[in-house]
């Protein structure tokens, strides 16, 4: 697959407001209120993938078990109706290895970013259902892949980090669309229900607080 330069300018304009998406609310807690927090099973309203015949996979090595912080519908620029609704933040420590999630060419690497600062690394993989999966947050120089690599499930990605003021290190992992027809970054992206078949029951995907272990497959 050929990879058009120009779109790595394009994406640039997107991933800078991207990085807005957990700087500002890097706590991994929808409790702004005090209580209890309240625990999102999902988005409401929406249909999700059989997990257990998900083409998806966790984005990080089979043996490996990480802890959930804000996932879909679960406050902040998660929260119900938000472009990254349907995002997934994995806590991760800075250096932890992250996978693809299915197979794919990757479409965009920018790892410059050094961690806690604001430009953000992310990595970019477009598979074979035609989504846009972006991982976002990498360590400086984190990136194993290049621009115009194939991969298949379960190959390397990258590192985790803290870039693009991270409140905390982990990986923000998401699904989203891209229109041709406009310059990527001057519209708002939509993101997209995904499950796992390679981890316990997770019929509404990943669910905040809760740790899933990656299963062999």
């Not at 083409?55 to 043996?63: A, E, N, W």
């Not at 078949?197 to 990943?206: A, D, F, G, Q």
Request: proline share 6%; with cysteine.
């Amino acid at each position: 697959m050929k990879i058009q330069k120009t779109y790595h300018i394009l994406i640039t304009i997107v991933i800078s407001i991207a990085t807005l998406t957990c700087s500002k609310n890097d706590g991994f807690n929808n409790n702004n209120g005090g209580g209890n927090p309240i625990i999102a099973n999902g988005c409401d309203g929406y249909a999700y993938p059989n997990w257990v015949s998900s083409p998806h996979k966790l984005p990080y090595p089979v043996g490996q078990s990480y802890q959930i912080g804000l996932s879909h519908c679960s406050g902040a620029e998660h929260s119900f109706g938000e472009p990254d609704q349907f995002a997934i933040d994995i806590l991760m420590d800075i250096g932890t290895l992250v996978t693809a999630a299915r197979a794919g060419y990757i479409l965009f690497v920018e790892e410059s970013g050094v961690d806690f600062q604001e430009k953000n690394n992310v990595v970019v993989l477009l598979d074979e259902d035609s989504y846009f999966i972006q991982y976002q947050h990498l360590t400086h120089n984190g990136a194993i892949v290049e621009e115009g690599d194939f991969v298949e499930a379960g190959d390397p990605i990258g590192y985790s980090g803290a870039s693009g003021n991270a409140r905390a290190p982990h990986l923000h992992f998401v699904a989203t669309d891209w229109d041709f027809s406009k310059p990527y970054g001057t519209y708002p992206y939509n993101s997209f229900q995904m499950t796992f078949s390679n981890t316990t029951e997770n019929p509404r995907s990943l669910i905040q607080y809760e740790t899933y272990e990656a299963l062999p497959y």
